[in-house]
């Protein structure tokens, strides 16, 4: 899947020509076609004032600075214009927002620092697509790092709630909340899209993307379907030293979503949808870096790992029915789901296992083929008043049943072929072929019971108070052979149970100070379920199972805009206590989790937007978080007292400007640029297995630097006509954002190569200067 690099120069001058040969315009200043959002003005030259976003944070339709907690939304004008396509390029508009990535479907979030480094178990961030959550709740499912990143070519906006949403959202909402909004149907318009993308990396390879939307209403204002459809190649930057092969972790990205809405009478609307989306990817964006120094000891974008690992194939369903029926005095919503996430991944275990030289003189490598299969069925029905009355309130019902299957094949390889080889015999007892294979199916109950009350004490101050109670049933069992396991033919080594019940609450007063000012304070809390352990036999001292992990969150918030609407501030300050933290611990010879972590979280996020002159628009995310263990991590991680929670940066910045003009018949135009800063992060804690004489006990987790990018767009536009360039990274930086975790687990600096002998660590690292030309026509 390599792309032709001498293609670059060819797609650099077409956007060259873009931007130079045609007047600057218009710059996707208008809703999603057919979408029924908030108007705006149809002459770039009218934007003066700050558009007014509605979002669903609580479950009702709000102004986004009405919401008494911090709210972040990127609309579909904000996801067009700054051309962003996965969580990374979100990061930049959301204050507090980190992303933790091995490679494409390989992603971990996280927010205000709440995570326990990339080895964690579990999703300390929700995932929402409309009513739909999406991801496993239970350990036992690769949720923390596989998480869904929908194409957001046919969203309505991204909603970010930041801070603990156990009430409203339940397990797995401990740092936050992300909700994928999509476009509804529209039963009156006739809609449609086409778009077609264009994009090259410097020294690297080229991709395409097509997208498609139709919008066909059935019968008028009764019954409307919408259809979008997308695909894209995302262009490889990293090439293989060894094995000679370029642009290795070129991914490719199709799928699509098809929506029915039926409102048979004006208080009454079914939806049906359905979303599949699947990726493919090659390799990934990891380099091989000197451990101590953090420079590339190949080349700057060059890697070297053993044949046939890297590969990663995620397939996404994801089946959704809302019902909505308004009784006057209350509203009934019913949400049904079904969802399902399949993985293939390949890894190089060679650090791991290094088994030596073969008989011919090759090195072994060792694979690692890990699948994963989810299935999640939710329902939730949720009755709730109407708005603008004294009291409100908002009850529900949720249920879910979900299954995983995680299963693990490790053998012997041939470093350089990638073909499955015997392994050393001196190793591996008579009858043993394999180095270790296991399945894991899993099952995970639950239901919940929540609540909300909104007192509206006078005009200007109110106060909301919630509770949600948890209980769930797990079941855990591991089927394995191999030399790992001790032995040679399948057998049941596990089977585990475990039950846990959780409750949850939020607090939160307001204050209008005025019409465009909010005061409010808000504790609220959050969790993420607890499971049996995965230990073979009673151990004294192990337990056979680790209880839900819970923070509780206090902050202060204020939200206010200038009287014309052309000024915005957003602000927080927080301080989260997070307690019973699951982190890996040990029992000689034994490693399970424990609950032996304890954490707190504290700093402060702005939001700004000002438009200071007709068609101008700046606006800064900025946010200060210092997150750090309370009391040492247990044994045998090596995390103190004081030290950084990993990759939490403190500091985060993100800088967005854009002046959209008028030409003059007809023609519209824009420019934009945006900087957005990301603080050294501290990594992962560290195995630690102090040998006397042979291997010192670790010193603190190394840290990785902090990066800035910046990246620049221009557009032009006449009537349903939309061109516009950009160049991301402008100017090439070279940000990791995870560093390996073989070193960590071996409790040494690096690993050695098996062919070259260097010791290196392998890092994941930013895509470098992007070049990217978009032509799209609505219909």
Do not use: C
Not at 292 to 307: C, F, H, N, V
Request: aromatic share 10%; glycine share 10%; hydrophobic share 35%.
């Amino acid at each position: 899947m390599n792309s032709r690099r001498n293609m670059s120069l060819r797609l650099s001058a077409a956007i060259a020509a873009a931007l130079l040969g045609a007047p600057l315009a218009h710059a996707q200043n208008a809703p999603a076609p057919g979408a029924a959002q908030e108007k705006t003005p149809a002459s770039s030259r009218e934007v003066t004032t700050l558009p007014t976003i509605v979002v669903t944070a609580s479950r009702r339709s709000e102004t986004l600075q009405n919401v008494a907690m911090p709210v972040s939304a990127l609309t579909y004008h904000d996801l067009q214009r700054q051309h962003m396509q996965d969580f990374a390029d979100y990061a930049a508009s959301i204050p507090g927002f980190n992303v933790v990535g091995a490679g494409p479907g390989q992603t971990e979030l996280s927010i205000r620092g709440i995570a326990s480094g990339s080895v964690q178990p579990s999703a300390s961030v929700g995932i929402y697509v409309d009513e739909s959550p999406y991801g496993s709740s239970s350990v036992f499912a690769e949720g923390a790092m596989l998480t869904p990143n929908i194409d957001p070519a046919d969203l309505e906006r991204i909603e970010v709630l930041r801070g603990p949403q156990g009430t409203l959202y339940g397990a797995g909402a401990l740092g936050g909340v992300i909700r994928f909004i999509t476009v509804p149907p529209d039963t009156h318009d006739y809609a449609g899209r086409l778009q077609l993308d264009g994009t090259s990396v410097s020294g690297g390879g080229n991709g395409f993307g097509v997208h498609g939307m139709v919008n066909l209403p059935m019968v008028t204002d009764k019954l409307a379907i919408r259809a979008n459809v997308y695909d894209r190649t995302d262009p490889g930057f990293v090439d293989d030293a060894g094995l000679g092969k370029q642009e290795v972790n070129e991914s490719q990205v199709k799928g699509g979503r098809v929506s029915l809405l039926w409102t048979p009478t004006a208080t009454t609307s079914l939806r049906v949808t359905a979303l599949a989306q699947n990726l493919n990817s090659d390799g990934n964006p990891i380099v091989a870096l000197d451990p101590d120094t953090l420079k590339p000891e190949y080349g700057s974008r060059q890697q070297r790992i053993a044949a046939g690992s890297g590969g990663f194939d995620g397939r996404y369903r994801l089946y959704n029915a809302t019902f909505k029926s308004d009784f006057n005095w209350a509203t009934l919503t019913s949400s049904s789901s079904y969802s399902t996430l399949d993985s293939f991944n390949m890894l190089d275990a060679t650090p791991l296992f290094f088994l030596g030289p073969q008989a011919n003189g090759q090195p072994y490598g060792t694979l690692e083929q890990d699948l994963t299969h989810q299935t999640k069925a939710t329902q939730e029905f949720r009755l709730q008043s109407p708005t603008s009355q004294t009291i409100e309130w908002l009850g529900g019902v949720f249920l879910t049943h979900e299954t995983a299957n995680h299963p693990q094949h490790i053998y012997a390889s041939d470093y350089f072929s990638g073909t499955a080889v015997p392994p050393p015999a001196f190793l591996f007892p008579p009858g043993f072929s394999t180095i270790g294979d296991d399945s894991q199916p899993s099952t995970y109950d639950a239901w919940a019971v929540y609540g909300s009350v909104t007192w509206h004490i006078t005009d200007k101050f109110d106060v909301e108070a919630g509770l949600r109670y948890s209980h769930d049933k797990q079941h855990y069992t591991q089927i394995g052979s191999g030399l790992l396991f001790g032995v040679p033919t399948t057998t049941v080594m596990l089977d585990k149970r475990s039950s846990d019940s959780s409750t949850t609450f939020s607090f939160t007063p307001r204050y209008h100070i005025s019409d465009k000012a909010m005061l409010y304070a808000r504790v609220a809390s959050g969790f993420l379920p607890g499971g049996p352990n995965v230990v073979t036999v009673a151990i004294p001292g192990v337990p056979q199972t680790f209880s839900p992990t819970k923070l509780t969150d206090y902050e202060l918030g204020l939200k206010t805009s200038s009287s014309d609407d052309r000024l915005l501030v957003d602000l927080s300050a927080y301080y989260i206590d997070w307690t019973k933290i699951p982190l890996i611990t040990f029992v000689n010879p034994f490693t399970f989790l424990g609950n032996g972590g304890q954490a707190q979280s504290k700093g402060v996020e702005a939001t700004i937007a000002w438009v200071p002159a007709r068609g101008l628009k700046l606006s800064v995310d900025a946010a200060y978080n210092d997150a750090t263990l309370t009391r040492d991590a247990p044994y045998p991680s090596n995390g103190k007292r004081g030290d950084p929670l990993p990759y939490a940066p403190k500091f985060t910045l993100g800088l967005n400007g854009d002046y959209d003009f008028a030409l003059g018949a007809g023609w519209n135009g824009y420019v934009g640029a945006s900087y957005h800063f990301v603080d050294e992060r501290s990594t992962d804690f560290a195995f630690n297995y102090p040998i006397p004489g042979i291997l010192p006990e670790l010193p603190a987790s190394p840290t990785i630097p902090g990066y800035g990018t910046i990246n620049l767009r221009a557009g032009v536009g006449h009537g349903p006509w939309n061109i516009s360039a950009y160049v991301k990274n402008v100017t090439n930086q070279r940000g990791i954002v995870l560093g390996s975790t073989f070193a960590n687990f071996m409790a040494i600096a690096g690993q050695p190569n098996p062919v070259t002998g260097k010791m290196e660590d392998n890092a994941t690292i930013i895509t470098p200067r992007m070049f990217g030309i978009s032509v799209s026509r609505d219909f």
